[in-house]
Protein backbone atom coordinates (compact mmCIF):
# COMPACT_ATOMS: atom_id res chain seq x y z
CA UNK A 1 0.00 0.00 0.00
CA UNK A 2 3.01 2.70 -0.55
CA UNK A 3 1.32 4.29 -3.17
CA UNK A 4 -1.82 5.16 -1.46
CA UNK A 5 -3.20 8.74 -2.30
CA UNK A 6 -3.85 9.38 1.74
CA UNK A 7 -1.04 9.02 3.89
CA UNK A 8 -1.46 9.56 7.60
CA UNK A 9 2.23 9.56 9.45
CA UNK A 10 3.32 8.71 12.49
CA UNK A 11 2.27 11.00 15.55
CA UNK A 12 5.27 13.53 16.24
CA UNK A 13 6.26 14.65 20.02
CA UNK A 14 3.14 16.88 20.21
CA UNK A 15 0.83 13.79 18.80
CA UNK A 16 -0.15 15.65 15.40
CA UNK A 17 0.37 13.39 12.05
CA UNK A 18 0.70 14.98 8.92
CA UNK A 19 -1.79 14.19 6.52
CA UNK A 20 -0.50 13.92 2.78
CA UNK A 21 -2.83 13.57 -0.38
CA UNK A 22 -1.48 12.62 -3.73
CA UNK A 23 1.99 14.14 -2.74
CA UNK A 24 0.66 16.77 -0.92
CA UNK A 25 0.56 17.61 2.66
CA UNK A 26 -2.23 18.96 3.94
CA UNK A 27 -1.75 19.91 7.57
CA UNK A 28 -1.87 18.52 10.77
CA UNK A 29 -4.16 16.30 12.31
CA UNK A 30 -4.81 15.60 15.81
CA UNK A 31 -7.60 13.26 15.51
CA UNK A 32 -9.51 11.65 13.24
CA UNK A 33 -11.86 14.12 12.76
CA UNK A 34 -9.32 16.44 12.07
CA UNK A 35 -8.32 14.30 9.31
CA UNK A 36 -12.30 14.43 7.69
CA UNK A 37 -11.83 17.77 8.06
CA UNK A 38 -8.98 17.99 6.20
CA UNK A 39 -9.64 15.80 3.29
CA UNK A 40 -12.81 17.67 3.10
CA UNK A 41 -11.23 20.93 2.19
CA UNK A 42 -9.17 19.01 -0.48
CA UNK A 43 -12.58 18.59 -1.95
CA UNK A 44 -13.56 15.07 -0.81
CA UNK A 45 -16.80 17.04 1.03
CA UNK A 46 -18.58 13.56 1.35
CA UNK A 47 -15.58 11.82 3.42
CA UNK A 48 -16.78 11.74 7.59
CA UNK A 49 -14.60 9.66 10.20
CA UNK A 50 -16.42 6.56 9.68
CA UNK A 51 -14.41 6.85 5.99
CA UNK A 52 -11.34 7.81 7.38
CA UNK A 53 -11.56 5.18 10.02
CA UNK A 54 -12.18 2.44 7.21
CA UNK A 55 -10.92 3.49 4.11
CA UNK A 56 -8.43 1.09 2.20
CA UNK A 57 -6.81 4.32 0.58
CA UNK A 58 -5.57 5.62 3.65
CA UNK A 59 -2.48 4.56 4.39
CA UNK A 60 -1.90 4.83 8.36
CA UNK A 61 2.20 5.00 9.59
CA UNK A 62 3.39 4.42 12.94
CA UNK A 63 -0.16 3.26 13.75
CA UNK A 64 -3.81 2.95 12.98
CA UNK A 65 -6.39 5.90 13.27
CA UNK A 66 -6.09 5.10 16.91
CA UNK A 67 -2.88 5.97 17.65
CA UNK A 68 -2.46 9.97 18.40
CA UNK A 69 0.78 9.53 21.28
CA UNK A 70 4.42 9.42 20.39
Do not use: C, F, K, N
Not at 14 to 39: P, W
Amino acid sequence: MADAPVVIYPPDEDGGRRVRVDGTILGMAYSVQDVAALLQMAGLQDVDEMDVVRSQVIEWRGGGSDVWIH
